[in-house]
């Protein structure tokens, strides 16, 4: 059991309208905001889709360079940047992500239904992200929507061996409708395919995400939360910002005693580089 946890908000994700979630961070001064609240409350890893002038989710590379530029100015926060970006997004513009140099990066291991659509991972396109951030330094967190996907995460590493930093972590993403459900049973059959030596974190969709997260830290996982995930804190009530659920899963964190990693530590952890200077 690892002796604390790493908590990673995920604020604004692709699929939330800024209309309907009226406090979702969608400009760079709202992101930043929310960060700096965050790894106020105990999170060590901010996983960042960004959002254009009308507030629809943008693949766009200068403001990609301006968002991680910021995040490290003004918080001490590992960058993540998300790879999986929209399901109507193309692949070269996914690809072209990386050129952002986060310090880390998503990396989905398969196609999934995703709702109505389909969220589309291609196995040449999987590989070719793996081989992309390893050349530029970029640690990857694989991205698990479906038990499958473990399966070809083994596929990679034995075919195209271990990514930047040299140490493998996933991410259980629960509960999607088309993917794997958000449940007790499902996070123990998926730890069963986890490579041996990975660190896991898990995050549950919707009304799947309390359960995930008291599932993974008595798993020895960690958490991802934030409203990418879920827009709701309780029944009938909304979330009020994503640092409210930071600091819940912080608190819960304590409680187990594991409490909240601070970011130096997640780097060591997870073989990401110092920030750079
Ligand atoms: N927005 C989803 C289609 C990732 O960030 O890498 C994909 C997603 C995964 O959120
Ligand atoms: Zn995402």
Redesign the pocket.
């Known amino acids: 059991m690892p002796n604390g946890t790493l908590i990673t908000v995920a604020p604004t994700?692709?699929?939330h309208a800024k209309a309907d979630v009226p406090n979702l961070p969608v400009t760079l001064a709202e992101l930043v905001s929310t960060a700096r609240d965050c790894e106020q409350v105990g999170a060590a890893m901010i996983?960042v889709?960004i959002r254009g002038d009308d507030t629809k989710p943008t693949l766009d590379l200068g403001r990609l360079t301006d968002t991680v530029a910021a995040l490290r100015e003004q918080t001490g926060l590992i960058v993540q940047l998300?790879?999986?970006?929209?399901?109507t997004d193309l692949e070269d513009d996914r690809l072209r992500v990386l050129d952002a140099l986060p310090d880390s990066a998503?990396c989905?291991m398969g196609t999934v239904n995703?709702g109505d659509d389909v969220?589309l991972n291609r196995w040449e396109f999987v590989v070719e992200l793996h081989k992309r951030m390893r050349d530029r330094g970029i640690v990857p967190e694989y991205?698990i929507f479906d038990i499958g996907h473990l399966a070809t995460l083994r596929r990679l590493l034995d075919e195209y061996g271990p990514p930047a930093g040299g140490h493998v972590h996933v991410d259980l993403v629960m509960g999607v409708p088309g993917g794997m459900p958000g449940d007790v049973e499902t996070l123990v059959a998926a730890l069963r395919l986890i490579p041996a030596g990975a660190t896991f974190s898990a995050t549950g969709i919707g009304r799947t995400s309390l359960p995930v997260m008291l599932a993974s830290l008595s798993a020895g996982g960690h958490l991802r939360v934030g409203m990418?995930d879920t827009v709701s804190y309780a029944r009938g009530q909304r979330v009020k910002d994503n640092a409210q659920l930071v600091a819940r899963a912080a608190g819960l964190a304590r409680i187990g005693q594991r409490p909240p990693m601070p970011a130096a530590e997640v780097r060591e952890l997870l073989g990401i580089r110092a920030q750079p200077a």
């Open positions: 994700g692709a699929e996983h889709h998300s790879t999986g970006g929209a399901v998503s989905t995703f969220f991205e990418e």
